[in-house]
């Protein structure tokens, strides 16, 4: 089915998805548990269905597949804007949602490899900034995940994989819950709480997750509209969103492109910045001073901002003098 997936996007149909725990034959409790993760993190259309007479596979039908759906479906709910705004890409431009490996990384020829031992077709990319690596295998509680010569960072943690830059191979920890996915460096994605639904969704705040590359910097955009009309018009609103450092200091762009749909919450109650070497001093959003938070342990950098509109220009700031290097604010043109 990923394959198909991801066929189906080549083909220009990006709204596609197989049956979460098969249609035909009776599933298992472990198998179910595993393609919702693949289904929220790999089927644009993703629902679970089978046919008369084989048995009950809703997701309540086991406690342990509840669980690991409530938390698989939660991270997919939570990108729904990142995935939205890759369906309007995909309608105004004819690009991908769900892609494979090699879209991003053609030069990489690893990327290529279609057969037992490699495994890389069944890894895939969420646009060109999510990398997913889900366990197929009966029993298994790892996985061996490919990453391309790039920068990443888990994307639930926060935390770097040590990759150097370089292309690797590295067996990742995946107990039965856990999906891995990783950002990749450059990125900046917009992300809202999850609801129970879609519709509560998006009465939800916002948060935006910057990953910065290996030249501390980061791109990214958000495509906003009601989400039920055919015939949008002029009632869209597009942002573009950059990031770049200087040694410890460093600024974060949002700029409103377009304004012509205002979604049921503006609040942006966080902003986080992956990849930064070292604590800074001060940190700023729209010229006001906030108080910083900093992980040690994944070097990252985050603030809240519930002053902050997603349909408005934002501006984020950081430097400063800390633990003997001097940073200092500096001007940035785009």
């Known amino acids: 089915s990923i394959s198909g997936v991801l066929s189906m996007q080549i083909f220009g149909i990006p709204l596609v998805g197989a049956d979460v725990c098969g249609f035909a034959d009776d599933t298992s409790e472990e198998l179910c548990g595993r393609w919702i993760q693949v289904g929220a993190l790999g ?3 993703c629902r679970v269905h089978n046919s008369i ?6 997701l309540y039908v086991w406690d342990s597949v509840a669980d690991i759906s409530r938390k698989a479906l939660a991270l997919r709910y939570s990108l729904l804007p990142y995935i939205y705004t890759l369906f309007h890409h995909a309608h105004s431009e004819g690009s991908t949602v769900m892609r494979p490996v090699f879209f991003e990384f053609p030069q990489d020829t690893t990327t290529w490899k279609i057969d037992k031992q490699w495994k890389i077709d069944k890894q895939w990319m969420i646009g060109s900034s999510l990398l997913v690596s889900p366990v197929l295998d009966q029993g298994a509680t790892s996985v061996s995940a490919y990453f391309p010569a790039a920068r990443w960072y888990d994307f639930v943690s926060g935390k770097e994989v040590q990759t150097e830059g370089k292309q690797q191979w590295i067996t990742l920890d995946a107990p039965r819950d856990v999906i891995p996915v990783h950002i990749r460096g450059g990125s900046i994605l917009v992300l809202q709480k999850p609801g129970y639904t879609i519709t509560d969704s998006r009465k939800n705040p916002f948060s935006l997750l910057v990953a910065l590359d290996e030249q501390g910097s980061a791109v990214g955009n958000l495509y906003l509209d009601d989400g039920d009309s055919i015939n949008v018009g002029d009632k869209l609103t597009a942002i573009s969103y950059s990031a770049s450092t200087r040694g410890n200091t460093g600024k974060f ?10 979604p049921e919450t503006t609040v942006v109650e966080r902003i986080s910045v992956l990849g930064v070497s ?20 994944t070097h990252a950098l985050s603030c ?5 509109r997603i349909d408005e220009d934002v501006t984020v700031t950081w430097g400063g003098q800390m633990d003997g290097l001097l940073c200092w604010e500096y001007t940035h043109t785009h």
Do not use: H
């Open 253 to 262: 762009l949002g700029a409103v492109v377009r304004k012509g749909f205002t």
């Open 278 to 297: 070292s604590k800074p001093a001060w940190m700023k959003v729209n010229g006001d001073e906030v108080t910083i938070e900093y992980d040690d342990a």
């Open 53 to 58: 007479g084989s048995a009950s596979q809703e």
């Open 43 to 45: 089927y644009p259309f």
């Open 304 to 308: 809240n901002t519930s002053s902050v």
